[in-house]
């Protein structure tokens, strides 16, 4: 059972180059989230899934698009990266369940835009 | 808009003294308060939670407290230890009754424990 998995770990892109990065989780949970974390500002949702085949915007969503073919697994993509988004981004999920639940988060992908 | 603060922002406590961190929120519907550490390079670990029937949970040397009329809630770290250095989040939502639900994360507090 690895729980929430993300890659890459690391990735270095230059501006205008695009990119996916892919979280699995095999908790069959079905709510999945993306954030991203900048210093100084905790975690910022982008984007998130209530189940396979939806997403719905986040606080941040603007530069990402996101899809959820799988239940397993949530995509967050960058068409043209830009230098402010250079960040940490997280992706979490969460047993979907009457009342609140926990999340749990992945590893992390560090993302340097040029 | 749901908006979550967090003081202080970084804080410094010797060995065995105790640390606590404040967090407001402004969305009075909120019911969920998780807290969350971060050790550096790592991913955010739920430590400990409470939902707004309570007013105070213990587990072991943390406990937070939570004050619904006043909208803020509190984490509480007794005989700190070097290893509890991290950044701590905390967090609350508003359940939706279980069709979606949306974490809003306070900014951080650096916690440094000094042996």
């Known amino acids: 059972n690895a729980g929430v998995t993300q890659t890459p770990k690391f990735r270095v892109l230059k501006t205008g180059q695009s990119m996916t990065l892919l979280c699995a989780q095999d908790?069959?949970?079905?709510?999945m989230y993306w954030y991203r974390q900048d210093p100084g500002m905790g975690l910022r949702l982008i984007h998130y899934?209530?189940?396979?085949?939806?997403?719905a915007k986040g606080e941040v969503p603007d530069g990402y698009n996101v899809s959820r073919l799988k239940k397993q697994n949530f995509l967050l993509g960058l068409e043209s990266a830009a230098p402010s988004q250079t960040s940490v981004y997280f992706c979490?999920?969460?047993?979907?369940?009457?009342?609140?639940?926990?999340?749990?988060f992945g590893p992390g992908t560090r993302l340097t835009v040029l | 808009g749901e908006n979550v603060e967090q003081h202080p922002s970084t804080l410094s406590v010797q060995e065995g003294d105790s640390a606590v961190i404040k967090c407001t929120y402004s969305?009075?519907?909120?019911?969920?308060f998780p807290w969350y550490k971060q050790e550096l390079g790592k991913r955010p670990q739920l430590i400990i939670d409470?939902?707004?029937?309570?007013g105070e949970k213990k587990d072991q040397r943390i406990a937070v407290t939570l004050n619904k009329t006043a909208k803020h809630f509190s984490l509480h770290i007794t005989e700190t230890q070097p290893e509890d250095s991290a950044v701590y989040f905390c967090?609350?939502?508003?359940?939706?009754?279980?069709?979606?639900?949306?974490?809003?994360f306070g900014t951080g507090t650096l916690l440094a424990v000094q042996p």
């Open positions: 979490a999920s969460r047993l979907q369940g009457k009342g609140p639940d926990t999340q749990y």
């Open positions: 908790m069959n949970h079905e709510y």
């Open positions: 899934s209530v189940g396979e085949g939806t997403t």
């Open positions: 969305d009075s519907a909120s019911n969920y």
């Open positions: 409470i939902r707004s029937n309570v």
């Open positions: 967090a609350a939502i508003f359940d939706y009754g279980g069709a979606t639900n949306k974490l809003i």
